[in-house]
């Protein structure tokens, strides 16, 4: 795209997050707007045009997307349905944001990058962690070399008691492709790439565990639970990572766990000539000087527009100008095939070899 016209969205998926993309972008009104907006429940999707002053309520997602009037599409659905409608979406030319996980799973990340090369369509995936200032402000120091080699990172995120949605399609395989693994490990493992400088992932040792969720326990306050449905995703995985390049990465994740953790998505950075730690809203340095242990805290200022609304820019300044977005379709795909061999490597007890083949 080109010119200063705006860009043209429709919402597929007017839920939780689908309304938080419509907060954010709302904020971008100057080179964007919502033309169209659907949802399987299509009150839900009204009440939102509503609110947001929406022309169009499109009876389904492939009217959506057939609509002359749409550049891009944000898809903000469950995870079984990314891979069919971001499908539909770039093969119909349209630009795509899609929520994470990008697929529901191996399979499904692969096929959606295949499209994706062959349409040269714009494809990102919603990963707002990177967009914070903490991070982006770790990441400028790595690049000035302050932290030295990084050759090794830990991430995580250990809710104690953070099971979302019991019986929803969160907690459901077939559905969500899994537990805390690919609802809030993606977003680690997608931040700590991101610090470590995009390393490509070689194998994979992992072990997952399901002890809360089958007894109804470890219940979360995010999502209504439906106690007549179906749990049968992991809600603990410890995970190692080994990179091309020799450097290492280990990922540990709950939904719920008897731990004394702080509930705080963290990432822990060594490097040759200095360390940085996030954990929740905090930040700091670490390093030696005068043979003593240093540590420099960060602080986000107060009026920070936040990671969302940078994440938005993004989007929409890659489909204006063709560049690829920092969350591409490929470290989509890289984000898959760790989950997935996580699984496979806790169900073999090996390690598992990462398969890139297209
Ligand atoms: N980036 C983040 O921080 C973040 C946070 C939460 C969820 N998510 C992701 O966002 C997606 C949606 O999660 P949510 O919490 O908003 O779920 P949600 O259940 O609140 O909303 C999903 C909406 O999609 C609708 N829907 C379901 N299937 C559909 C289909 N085929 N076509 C059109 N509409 C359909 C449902 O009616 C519902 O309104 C998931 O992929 C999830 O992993 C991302």
Same mark, same amino acid.
Request: cysteine-free; proline content about 7%; hydrophobic content about 40%.
């Given at each position: 795209m080109s010119g200063a016209a705006k860009i043209r969205i429709g919402l597929i998926g007017a839920g939780n997050i689908g309304n938080v993309h419509l907060q954010e972008f709302s904020k971008l009104n100057a080179v964007c707007e919502f033309v169209a907006i659907t949802d399987a429940y299509l009150p839900l999707a009204e009440q939102r045009a509503k609110e947001y002053g929406i022309a169009n309520v499109s009876p389904s997602p492939e009217a959506l997307i057939a609509r002359d009037d749409v550049d891009?599409?944000?898809? =903000?659905?469950?995870?079984?349905?990314? +891979?069919?409608? #971001?499908?539909? =979406?770039?093969?119909?030319?349209?630009?795509?944001?899609?929520? %994470?996980?990008?697929?529901l799973n191996t399979a499904a990340a692969k096929e959606?990058?295949?499209?994706?090369?062959?349409?040269? %369509?714009?494809?990102?995936?919603?990963?707002?962690?990177?967009?914070?200032? /903490?991070?982006l402000q770790v990441k400028s120091q790595i690049e000035r070399g302050e932290l030295g080699k990084i050759y090794a990172a830990k991430t995580?995120?250990?809710?104690? %008691?953070?099971?979302?949605?019991?019986?929803?399609?969160?907690?459901?395989?077939?559905? #969500?492709?899994?537990?805390? $693994?690919?609802?809030?490990?993606?977003?680690?493992?997608? $931040? +700590?790439?991101?610090?470590?400088?995009?390393?490509?992932?070689?194998?994979? *040792?992992?072990?997952? *565990?399901?002890?809360?969720?089958?007894?109804?326990?470890?219940?979360?306050?995010?999502? %209504?639970?439906?106690?007549?449905?179906? *749990?049968?995703v992991e809600d603990l995985a410890t995970a190692m990572i080994k990179m091309e390049d020799?450097?290492?990465l280990t990922l540990d994740v709950s939904w719920a766990v008897h731990m004394d953790t702080d509930n705080a998505p963290f990432v822990h950075l060594m490097g040759a000539d200095g360390g940085a730690v996030l954990r929740g809203n905090e930040g700091k340095f670490l390093t030696e000087r005068f043979d003593?242990?240093?540590?420099?805290? /960060?602080? +986000?200022?107060?009026?920070?527009?936040?990671?969302?609304?940078?994440?938005?820019?993004?989007?929409l300044d890659c489909v204006r100008t063709g =560049?690829?977005?920092?969350?591409?379709?490929?470290?989509?795909?890289?984000?898959? $095939?760790?989950?997935d061999a996580i699984y496979e490597s806790s169900r073999t007890g090996s390690e598992v070899k990462l398969d890139w083949s297209l």
């Open positions: 891009a599409v944000i898809i =903000a659905v469950p995870n079984d349905a990314h +891979a069919p409608l #971001s499908i539909q =979406a770039l093969e119909a030319g349209k630009h795509v944001l899609l929520e %994470k996980p990008m697929g959606i990058v295949r499209v994706q090369q062959r349409t040269g %369509k714009t494809l990102m995936v919603a990963h707002q962690m990177r967009w914070d200032w /903490l991070p995580g995120w250990n809710r104690r %008691k953070g099971i979302p949605g019991w019986g929803t399609w969160f907690t459901q395989y077939e559905k #969500s492709g899994g537990g805390p $693994l690919i609802d809030i490990g993606v977003h680690m493992l997608d $931040l +700590a790439f991101f610090l470590m400088g995009e390393p490509k992932p070689v194998s994979v *040792y992992g072990s997952t *565990y399901s002890e809360f969720g089958p007894r109804k326990k470890g219940i979360g306050a995010w999502g %209504k639970p439906d106690w007549n449905g179906v *749990y049968d020799g450097t290492s003593r242990t240093v540590d420099i805290p /960060l602080h +986000a200022p107060e009026d920070d527009e936040g990671g969302r609304v940078r994440l938005s820019r993004h989007f =560049a690829t977005p920092w969350t591409s379709a490929r470290t989509g795909l890289r984000s898959n $095939l760790i989950i």
